[in-house]
C-alpha cells in the first residue's frame, strides 16, 4: 500500500491564482482531512469528509474548497491564493470499519508558498 | 473546543536519557494519538491511545482519560528521537476520526 500520497510536493503562487493539491489514498478509509501547518505551531483542520459526497468545515476553512466524488481522493483547491496560505498541507485519512479503528495516518505534505 | 497542552515546549536531552512528555486535555475524548515529526516534516504515528498503556521498543505511552491527560516515555533517547513531537485528540462522535485538534508540541534536541 502506498498509504496517504500528496501531489504537488512543492509549489510556489502568485497572489491571486488558483490551484488544486491532490490527495488520494489506497487504505480502504472512510474519512479524509487538510490540515495546514504554519511555523511552530502544530497543525488545523480546513476541511473534512466522513465518505464521498459529504464533507465539512474544520477551523479555518475560509478560502479553500472540498469535494469527495470517490473514496480515494480528497482534493483541496484554493480559489485565490493569498500570501496568508504560505503554509505547509497535510492530508489525512482514517476510519477503517473493518478494525474499528479511528487513527489517522498522513501524507507527506505540500510546502506552499505565495508571494 | 477542546484544547490541547503539551509540556515542555523545549526538551534538550544528552543521548541515553529518558524523558517525559506530556499533554493535557479539557474535555472528554475517544481519540488520542501521539505523533513524531521528524527533521524533514514526516508526520508518524507514534500510538493511537484513547485510554491505557502501549509500548513500542524504547517508546511506551500513558493515557488516563478520566483525568484528561497521556504521556510519552522515550527512554534511551537517541539523536534520531529528535524533532517535534505532537499529541492530538478528538472528542466522542461520529466525525472523531477526522478532526484532530493538534497540541504544539514538544521540541525534542537530542546530543551525542
Known amino acids: 500500500n502506498a498509504g496517504v500520497t500528496q501531489t504537488p510536493k512543492f509549489q510556489v503562487l502568485k497572489t491571486g491564482q488558483s490551484m488544486t493539491l491532490q490527495c488520494a489514498q489506497d487504505?480502504?478509509?472512510?474519512?479524509m482531512s487538510w490540515y495546514r501547518q504554519d511555523p511552530g505551531m502544530g497543525l488545523r483542520l480546513i476541511h473534512y469528509?466522513?465518505?464521498?459526497?459529504?464533507?465539512d468545515q474544520g477551523e479555518v476553512p475560509n478560502g479553500y474548497n472540498v469535494s469527495r466524488s470517490t473514496t480515494e481522493d480528497f482534493p483541496l483547491r484554493l480559489l485565490s491564493a493569498a500570501p496568508s496560505q504560505t503554509s505547509v498541507y497535510f492530508c489525512?485519512?482514517?476510519?477503517?470499519?473493518?478494525?474499528?479503528?479511528?487513527?489517522?495516518?498522513f501524507g507527506p505534505g505540500t510546502r506552499l508558498t505565495v508571494t | 473546543g477542546i484544547q490541547v497542552e503539551q509540556s515542555p515546549p523545549d526538551l534538550i536531552l544528552q543521548e541515553g536519557a529518558n524523558s517525559t512528555l506530556r499533554c493535557n486535555f479539557s474535555?472528554?475524548?475517544?481519540?488520542l494519538q501521539w505523533f513524531h515529526q521528524n527533521p524533514w516534516g514526516q508526520l508518524i504515528n507514534l500510538f493511537y491511545?484513547?485510554?491505557g498503556t502501549k509500548q513500542n521498543g524504547r517508546l511506551s505511552a500513558t493515557t488516563v482519560a478520566t483525568e484528561r491527560y497521556s504521556l510519552l516515555y522515550i527512554s534511551s533517547s537517541q539523536t534520531t528521537d529528535s524533532g517535534v513531537y505532537f499529541c492530538?485528540?478528538?472528542?466522542?462522535?461520529?466525525?472523531?476520526?477526522?478532526?484532530?485538534?493538534f497540541g504544539e508540541g514538544t521540541q525534542l534536541t537530542v546530543n551525542p
Open positions: 489525512a485519512s482514517s476510519y477503517d470499519r473493518r478494525g474499528l479503528s479511528y487513527e489517522q495516518y
Open positions: 487504505m480502504n478509509h472512510e474519512y
Open positions: 469528509s466522513v465518505g464521498a459526497g459529504i464533507t
Open positions: 474535555d472528554s475524548v475517544n481519540n
Open positions: 491511545i484513547p485510554s
Open positions: 492530538a485528540v478528538a472528542r466522542p462522535g461520529e466525525t472523531s476520526g477526522s478532526r484532530l485538534t
